[in-house]
């Protein structure tokens, strides 16, 4: 068997609610779930048959049992120091708004057990709070600097939380040091607007396609589709036409897709996404959108598996 994908950063659990809905015990209609962003790609990867290891941090509490149990139960194998029993598991308040959009607030605290890479290593993907909250967001900074002479694809979605870091302009320098590290970064349409208001998609992925090692940028646009643009290619996906239910952990499920399909073409590991082709560009990026669209029409972060995948869009 390959060895996993090594995906970094937080795992928690989402209390998903509507506007009028999101105290913990209030009406009872709001849901605990497994979330974390990370740790949703985490998931979603091995949905979708790709080996995968996830270096996180949750307690022994109950919501650290709810998720230990989910990341177990779906394949995913967790890095030693995971699981701590002196730490108590993180949180998210999403509030949905009427179109099933979320906003969110965090009880979250970061700090990873030590980062390595194993011998075989196809990809690193990291991103969201745990690149941005100390003291972990050092951790990881550190060890993708270790990885430039690496034989390794690293991914990046840096997933904004403005309620985490309420500044655009420093959280867009943190981004761009941390993207200039990455072979491939993923960003969404609200992510651009915060960060970079006034630039189109097109203009950001241009931005960040400077960096030398970046080879490809692919940006999400919701219910539009995504785009994805690449040093010699630019391609523009439309999204099927779904009910949602909520967006929750949809860029998530993307960009577990989007990894899976490099990782189908062989262009990841030494490889860093040299060779990918318009072709392979656009049916990444479509394999990606359905993904997300799968994960739309369900509550919470519910990526899709490989066979879900092509009962409800073909092989
Ligand atoms: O990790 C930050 C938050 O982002 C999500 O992954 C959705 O993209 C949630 O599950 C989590 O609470």
């Known amino acids: 068997m390959s060895a996993p994908v090594l995906v970094i950063g937080e795992a928690l659990v989402d209390i998903v609610g509507t506007a009028a809905k999101t105290t913990r015990n209030g009406n009872g209609k709001t849901n ?12 979603g990867l091995a949905r979708l048959g790709v080996p995968t290891e ?9 919501y650290g049992d709810q998720l ?48 390595s890479l194993s011998r075989g290593c196809p990809a690193v993907h990291t991103g969201s709070i745990a690149t941005v909250l100390e003291p972990g967001a050092a951790a990881i900074r550190e060890f993708l600097k270790s990885l430039a002479d690496q034989p390794v694809t690293v991914t990046l979605d840096p997933n904004a939380r403005p309620s985490i870091t309420p ?19 993923k960003l969404s349409d609200e992510d651009c607007e915060f960060l970079r208001p006034g630039s189109t998609p097109l203009d950001i992925a241009e931005e960040l396609l400077t960096a030398e090692r970046t080879q490809c940028v692919v940006i999400t646009r919701g219910g539009k589709g995504a785009l994805g643009v690449s040093r010699d290619a630019r391609v523009d996906v439309t999204a099927p ?30 490889r860093r996404l040299t060779g990918l082709t318009s072709e392979d560009l656009r049916e990444v990026v479509d394999y990606a959108v359905k993904a ?24």
Do not use: K
């Not at 605990?32 to 998931?43: L, Q």
């Not at 989910?70 to 009427?98: E, K, M, Y």
């Not at 990526?303 to 092509?310: G, M, S, Y």
């Open 241 to 270: 036409a779904i009910e949602v239910v909520d967006t929750v952990g949809a860029g998530d499920s993307f960009m577990s897709a989007l990894i899976a399909g490099l990782e189908t073409r062989e262009l990841l590991g030494e």
């Open 167 to 185: 500044d655009p302009v420093s959280t867009w320098s943190a981004v761009r040091a941390l993207a200039a590290m990455s072979d491939l970064v």
């Open 292 to 315: 997300a669209a799968i994960t739309c029409t369900r509550h919470g972060a519910d990526p899709p598996t490989v066979a879900e995948h092509a009962a409800r869009w073909g092989a």
């Open 32 to 43: 605990a779930t497994p979330g974390g962003s990370p740790a949703n790609v985490a998931v």
């Open 68 to 115: 230990g149990a989910h990341l177990f139960g779906n394949g995913v194998q967790l890095a030693p120091g995971s699981v701590d029993p002196n730490f108590r598991t993180s949180t998210a308040t999403a509030t949905l708004d009427a179109a099933g959009v979320a906003t969110y607030q965090f009880d979250i605290t970061w700090e990873p057990p030590a980062l």
């Open 54 to 62: 996830l270096v996180t941090r949750f307690g022994t509490d109950a």
